[in-house]
Nanobody
Framework: QVQLVESGGGSVQPGGSLRLSCGAS????????MGWFRQAPGKQRELVAS??????NYADSVKGRFSISRDNVKKTVYLQMNSLKPEDTAVYYCHLKRILDGYEYWGQGTQVTVSS
């Protein structure tokens, strides 16, 4: 069983920065896909960024502002969010897809609010 625990959410003014962290426990591999999704009120959950052992992928809306990275020793994935906009306000969820068996896991979510 894999558990994901997020931290680092909060409130920030437009133009500010936040760094989200997601630590995994259980059996995961460096080849598993880890990423971040977000869900704003009344909207569908959407992919923000993902990372494999070599490849990163970003939603168009965050390219150039957000950066995803991972530490395989610590089993942790990070999302550095810069130049935040009010439209980035959402609950951010950590996600892992295990390549070995295709299972997917979600964190509990962390709120990010961008407001003046």
């Amino acid at each position: 069983q894999v558990q994901l625990v997020e931290s680092g959410g909060g409130s920030v003014q437009p133009g500010g920065s936040l760094r989200l962290s997601c630590g995994a426990s259980g059996s995961i591999s460096s080849i598993d896909v880890m990423g971040w999704f977000r869900q704003a009120p009344g909207k569908q959950r959407e992919l923000v960024a993902s990372i494999t052992s070599r490849v990163t992928n970003y939603a168009d809306s965050v390219k150039g502002r957000f950066s995803i990275s991972r530490d395989n020793v610590k089993k942790t994935v990070y999302l550095q969010m810069n130049s935040l906009k009010p439209e980035d306000t959402a609950v951010y969820y950590c996600h892992l897809k295990r390549i070995l068996d295709g299972y997917e896991y979600w964190g509990q979510g962390t709120q990010v609010t961008v407001s003046s």
